[in-house]
């Protein structure tokens, strides 16, 4: 995760965070408009995020829910004011863009297929979000209607023609997906913390909630096409995964919605 040091961060920040990150080295390590995010250079390392205000209670939510089960940062602080501040721990751990997980393609696509069918088995009692299939389906037809269609970061196997055989494909499909697991909801290298091979934890768990398995797995396959920059990954993903439970023409619906944003 690159990091740009600053000599301070350009808002004003709440009193009761100050004083978890005074006198540290700050670092800016945001890779979304959406949201600034700085690296706190002190102790084990504090995350912390700053939004529009009531932008980040959903991630807030979902990061207390994760660390519940094991499987995330703990958060010290979420104030919304002005706007949104959210200060988590770090985890522990490199990302798995970290190059020397790149390195060995072969054992990182079976990591992550095999940690993200573990989260899949989780018991998801408690979860604040219980029905992100419904979210996500609503978020995808609003995209058709406004006309937001983009299949330019897509490799050609997931690939449409048009918006209209995207949409086409979804709606006649989308009764198939379901809400029966707990999702990460943007399973992709970066959000996956690995410490020596081992899941140290899930980052950026905002799109998380219960819903249809697919769509984690539709985000580990097209990171590991992403990041690796070749798509032969894609049928060990799914093996590493268990078959018995990928559906190659859900897959296919996850990436009809998915086009739209």
């Known amino acids: 995760m690159k990091k740009t040091i600053l000599e301070r961060i350009p808002n004003k920040i709440p009193y009761d965070i100050q004083l978890y990150i005074s006198g540290s080295n700050i670092y800016d390590s945001s890779c979304s408009p959406e949201?600034?995010?700085?690296?706190?250079?002190?102790?084990?390392?504090?995350?912390?995020?700053?939004?529009?205000?009531?932008?980040?209670?959903?991630?807030?939510?979902?990061?207390e829910y994760f660390h519940s089960k094991g499987l995330?940062?703990?958060?010290?602080?979420?104030?919304?004011?002005?706007?949104?501040?959210?200060?988590t721990t770090a985890v522990a751990g490199e990302d798995c863009t970290y190059e020397a997980y790149l390195k060995e393609p072969k054992r990182l696509c079976d990591t992550i297929a095999c940690e993200l069918r573990k989260l899949h088995e989780t018991d998801?009692?408690?979860?604040?979000?219980?029905?992100?299939?419904?979210?996500?389906?609503?978020v995808a037809?609003?995209?058709?209607?406004?006309?937001?269609?983009?299949?330019?970061?897509?490799?050609?196997?997931?690939?449409?023609?048009?918006?209209?055989d995207a949409y086409a494909v979804l709606t006649e499909g989308k009764d198939a997906l379901q809400s029966k697991v707990l999702l990460h909801g943007d399973y992709c290298l970066p959000n996956i913390i690995l410490n020596s091979w081992r899941l140290s934890g899930l980052i950026?768990?905002?799109?998380?909630?219960?819903?249809?398995?697919?769509?984690?797995?539709?985000?580990?396959?097209?990171?590991?096409?992403?990041?690796?920059?070749?798509?032969?990954?894609?049928?060990?993903?799914?093996?590493?995964?268990g078959r018995d439970?990928?559906?190659?023409?859900?897959?296919?619906?996850?990436?009809?919605?998915?086009?739209?944003?």
Not at 124 to 134: M, Q, W
Not at 141 to 164: I, Q, V
Not at 217 to 223: A, C
Request: contains cysteine; aromatic residues 16%; glycine residues 10%.
């Open 72 to 87: 995330g940062a703990e958060v010290l602080s979420y104030i919304s004011d002005n706007c949104d501040w959210l200060l």
């Open 245 to 261: 439970k990928a559906d190659g023409a859900i897959l296919k619906i996850i990436a009809a919605a998915e086009v739209f944003g």
């Open 141 to 164: 037809e609003e995209n058709y209607r406004t006309g937001n269609y983009d299949k330019s970061h897509f490799p050609d196997s997931f690939g449409y023609c048009s918006a209209m």
């Open 35 to 63: 949201a600034r995010v700085y690296f706190i250079d002190k102790g084990n390392g504090y995350y912390l995020k700053c939004s529009g205000r009531g932008r980040l209670e959903k991630e807030f939510r979902m990061t």
């Open 124 to 138: 998801y009692t408690g979860c604040p979000v219980l029905n992100k299939t419904a979210e996500y389906l609503a």
């Open 204 to 241: 950026d768990v905002d799109n998380g909630g219960v819903g249809d398995r697919h769509i984690d797995i539709f985000w580990g396959v097209w990171s590991l096409w992403f990041n690796l920059k070749t798509n032969r990954y894609q049928d060990r993903f799914l093996d590493a995964y």
